[in-house]
């Protein structure tokens, strides 16, 4: 496989939880030396910068939809510096941010592909679906809706970025680490029939194969696919720095197991990692970690 060339984006964006201080991740990485330590593991990186929250419009929230102008805006924005990357040939790494930033990452893979005639797949590795609705959302919050706007399901000026939707379709998408599902979520993923791993599952087979069964259904069914890892798919002792930490959560090494494999997959085109919430983590724990996790996304190998 060629070496690929990589374009670094830092996503700073926060107001799709309900802890914004997400927005803090893509800086508290870059001034710990991100950019260095992945040039130093031998990627070819280069790094697009850290793009930013507009200011705050919004004087009366929409309960079921929070700040969602702000989401459109910033996404047109992402969704615009991804697309570049891939005219530049290279492969778009964006740091978030929360979750909501997806909605652009993916749907900057889906259009580029979609003009191509070719199908778009995703990889969401969660502790969480994100896959809730302006109906079935128990918070408003938008980073908890990113798959169903993808699928088609939200408010249209989500849904329709790019100018069609749907971006993806069921079949297309794998979930990796699911142990804090809304019922609402439980109920669109069987009905949707989307493959979904939950921790029960890594409990039972391994990390190892269930990546592997992923990587494999969704390279048979898709000309290329973003990997989206949300830092609480984690054990909360090993990434504490998150906003919505759940207990039960993948280990050191699945993790980077996860990134090792997917960065070998020939139609691996876009990674995102997000969540990484400095206000929250301890003694850098979690950004330190988020680190290494992109090393690995992006070549390093232990031998």
């Known amino acids: 496989m060629p070496k690929r060339n990589y374009h670094l984006i ?25 950019i260095e330590k992945l040039q130093q593991s031998g990627a070819n990186v280069v ?7 507009s200011p705050i419009k919004t004087l009366q929230l929409d309960p079921k939809l929070r700040y969602v102008d702000e989401v ?12 570049e990357s891939y005219k530049l040939s290279a492969l778009p790494v964006v740091v978030g941010g929360d979750h909501s930033v997806s909605i652009s990452t993916v749907s900057a893979n889906a259009l580029y592909l979609h003009q191509q005639g070719r199908t778009p797949g995703l990889i969401w590795v969660d502790a969480h679906a994100d896959i809730n609705t302006p ?3 128990p918070s408003g919050n938008i980073h908890g809706m990113p798959v169903a706007i993808l699928l088609g ?15 993806l379709k069921p079949e297309h998408i794998v979930y990796i680490g699911l142990r804090d599902v809304d019922p609402g979520e439980r109920e669109m993923i069987k009905q949707l029939g989307i ?34 890892f949300d830092l609480d798919v984690c054990e909360p002792d090993v990434a504490p720095g998150v906003g919505t930490p759940v207990r039960g959560g993948l280990t050191v090494r699945e993790s980077h197991l996860i990134m090792e494999l997917a960065h070998d997959s020939p139609k691996l085109m876009s990674i995102e990692l997000v969540e990484l ?9 979690t950004r330190q970690f988020a680190t290494w996790l992109l090393q690995s996304a992006l070549g390093k190998k232990i031998l």
């Open 47 to 53: 790094d697009r910068g850290i793009l930013r929250e």
């Open 277 to 285: 919430n400095p206000a929250l983590d301890r003694q850098d724990t």
């Open 195 to 228: 493959k979904a791993y939950s921790m029960h599952d890594v409990d039972l087979r391994g990390i190892g194969q269930i990546c592997k069964e992923a990587l494999t259904y969704i390279e048979q069914r898709c000309d290329g696919f973003v990997l989206s």
């Open 135 to 137: 109906q079935s959302t």
């Open 72 to 83: 459109v805006e910033f996404s047109g924005r992402l969704m615009e510096s991804v697309a």
């Open 153 to 167: 399901h939200g408010d249209p000026a989500l849904t329709g970025l790019g100018g069609y939707t749907p971006k």
């Open 10 to 34: 830092g996503a700073a964006f926060g107001l799709g939880s309900a802890e914004h201080n997400s927005r803090l991740g893509p800086d508290n990485l870059w001034q710990g030396g991100l």
